[in-house]
């Protein structure tokens, strides 16, 4: 019997969905979760509260490597709490301003390597769902599954402010948009590992997609995947 565990990657910009799939996919084919760009929010944080310089490269790298992250189950419905030196930061990594740190740091190379055992280690049997944007590229090259998804800048933003209107947070629909493409900007033309499908990748647009309708795809090809294992 083949024990290799099932690697399934959903890669593409911010607000395309990935994390509400790999969420589902994890629960319902029971697989590890790893949501990278928490990890990149995290760190974006630990610079602010610890005043590192975002231009200095060398403190950023030390503090990747010696980063005090946990990711927790929770029992309530909070699901993956996400600890910064033992402090429940799930909330706060949300926010746009974490969201705009994560994507500087995320830029230096010497800090996408400091991270990229810690994102390997999450793949253990019977399998992982890594959401990101370098899954299927750099840190599991291997996945059997992979998945670009995208929507238009302007659905992404709607989503994302309806997202955190819904938990309380303050959205302005204008301000977002021009966040989401300063950070699609800064994703896809950074040199270190930037924002592509995977050559292998099944590029799927959400733009006029439901969550259900992405899903039934992705089924699809894990089912294709196992199919052709025997
Ligand atoms: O998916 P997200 O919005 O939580 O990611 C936050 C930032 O982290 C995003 O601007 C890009 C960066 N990121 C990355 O460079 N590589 C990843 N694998 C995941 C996120």
């Keep these: 019997m ?11 910009p911010s607000g395309s969905g990935k994390g509400t799939i790999a969420k589902r ?3 319902e084919y029971g697989l590890q979760l790893l949501d990278s760009g928490a990890l990149y929010r995290v760190l ?10 975002l231009a200095d490269v060398a403190a950023l790298e030390a503090l990747a490597v010696s980063l005090d992250v946990r990711f927790v189950v929770a029992d309530n419905d909070e699901g993956v709490q996400v600890l910064l030196e033992g402090r429940n930061v799930s909330r706060e990594i949300r926010t746009e301003e974490a969201g705009s740190v994560a994507s500087i740091v995320a830029a230096i190379g010497p800090v996408r390597a400091a991270l990229l055992k810690r994102q390997r280690d999450f793949s253990q049997a019977p399998g992982l ?9 750099v840190v599991f090259p291997e996945a059997q599954v992979k998945v670009f998804l995208t929507a238009s800048a302007e659905e992404r933003a709607r989503r994302r ?9 303050d959205a302005n629909l204008e301000r977002i948009l021009a966040d989401v493409k300063a950070r699609d900007a800064r994703d896809t033309e950074r040199t270190a590992s930037p924002l592509e499908p995977a050559v292998d990748a099944r ?3 959400s733009t006029e997609m439901s969550i259900d309708q992405v899903l039934i795809e992705i089924r699809e090809l894990i089912t294709v995947n196992k199919a052709s294992k025997g």
């Design 44 to 53: 974006g944080l630990a610079a602010l509260r610890h005043s590192v310089d």
């Design 203 to 205: 590029v799927l647009d």
């Design 129 to 137: 769902v890594a959401d990101g944007r370098d899954m299927g590229t």
């Design 161 to 169: 402010c309806n997202q955190l209107l819904g938990k309380g947070f």
């Design 2 to 12: 083949d024990t290799t565990p099932l690697i399934i990657t959903i890669d593409g």
């Design 25 to 27: 996919l994890a629960s």
